[in-house]
C-alpha cells in the first residue's frame, strides 16, 4: 500500500515537473482555482514607487526584465512574495491571489499626491500559465520563445501577444506566459500537444511544500521576515531606504536571524500550526502539510539553535526530520 492518499494523475504530473515538463494554470481571470492575481503599475514614478515599496532594486531594472521582491510591513514583517516584470510603459506585479486587494489598498496609501502612478488590478482580464520542468526548453522552442533560453530569471519577451517570462514560480526550471484571457484556451491546448503533464491545483500545491516555496496565511506572515523565510535573493542591501529596510539591515549586520524555515520529513499526517519540540522545549512550528507520492511532508520554522538539516523532532503525535527545501537559502551573503 502507498503511504500516501495521492492520486495517480497528480502523482505523474509531480514526477513529469521534476523530470520532464508540466503546465499549471495558475491564474485564469475569474477561476477560483487561481493561485495568482496581477496588479500593473504604470506612469513615469513606477519604478521609483515599488523601488521604495518592496525589498529588491527596481531602478537597476530595464525593459525585458524582472525580480523577486517581498512586501514587508515597517517591522520587516512579511506580505507577499511578488515577481515584477518591467515592460516598456509599466511593471506587471505577479502576487498570491489571496494578497491581491489587499496589496491593492496597501500600495495605494503609499501614493502622494505629487506622485505619477497608477495602479490597475488586471487579473480578470489575464491568464498566467507556469511550465515547470527540465524539458520545458523544447516546448518553449517550439512555441517561438526559444531566445529566452538560458537567460536570466525574470528576462521575458513578447511572442504573438503573450508575455514569456524565464522562471517557473519553483525552484524547478521553466516559464512563466502571461496572456489575455480570451487567448488562453489556444496557448493552453498547444502547450499540451507538445507534451507537457496538466499540474492540478493540488499537486501544484503539493509542490509548493515540497520545494519550499513560502505562501500567505502559511510561512509568510506577521510572525515572519524575509531573512527567516530564507529570501536573500529578493532582498537589495544596497539599494538604501524601502518599508521596514532598517530592521533587515540590522538584522543581516548582525547576523540575528533567528529561525529558519526548512523542509521536516513526516512520519505521518500534521496540522500546519502544530508546535514542533526537542524533549520539553518548543523549538517550532508546522506551517504546511502535504501528501506526496513519497510520504508526508511539511514546512515549519526552527529556532536556529536548535539545529538546521538532520535534527528529529516531535510534530505533535508525529515525529518528523529537519531537510533542506530549494527555494530557500539560510546562508549570510
Known sequence: ???????????????AAREGVAVSDACGGRSHRSHLGIIRISDADRLRFLHGQSTNDFQRLKPGEGCDT????STARTIDLVTGYVLDDAVLLLVSANRREFLMQWLDRYIFFADKVVLTDVTEETAILSLIGTQSNGII?????????????????LVDGAIFAVGSGLAEPGYTLILP?????????????????????????????????????????????????????????NKGCYIGQETIARLNTYKGVKQYLWGIRL????????????????????????????????????????????????????????????????EYP
Do not use: C
Open 70 to 73: 517581498v512586501f514587508l510591513t
Open 141 to 157: 522552442e517550439k512555441l517561438g520563445a526559444g531566445a529566452l533560453i538560458g537567460q536570466p530569471y525574470g528576462n521575458h519577451i
Open 267 to 330: 512520519d505521518a499526517a500534521a496540522e500546519p500550526g502544530t508546535v514542533m519540540t526537542i524533549g520539553d522545549e518548543k523549538v517550532g512550528k508546522l506551517t504546511s502539510y502535504t501528501e506526496t507520492p513519497d510520504g508526508h511532508f511539511g514546512l515549519g520554522y526552527i529556532r536556529s539553535k536548535a539545529g538546521g538539516v538532520g535534527l528529529k523532532v516531535q510534530v505533535g503525535a508525529t515525529e518528523g526530520e529537519v531537510v533542506a527545501v530549494p527555494f530557500v537559502s539560510h
Open 1 to 15: 500500500m502507498p503511504t500516501s492518499a495521492i492520486d495517480g494523475k497528480d502523482a505523474a504530473a509531480i514526477q
Open 181 to 237: 484571457i480570451a487567448e488562453k484556451q489556444k496557448w493552453w491546448e498547444r502547450i499540451l500537444e507538445l507534451g507537457a503533464v496538466e499540474l492540478s491545483d493540488r499537486a501544484w500545491e503539493t509542490l509548493r511544500i515540497l520545494q519550499g516555496r513560502p505562501a500567505p496565511d502559511f510561512e509568510l506572515t506577521d510572525d515572519y521576515n524575509p531573512l527567516e523565510v530564507g529570501l536573500w535573493q529578493t532582498v537589495s542591501f
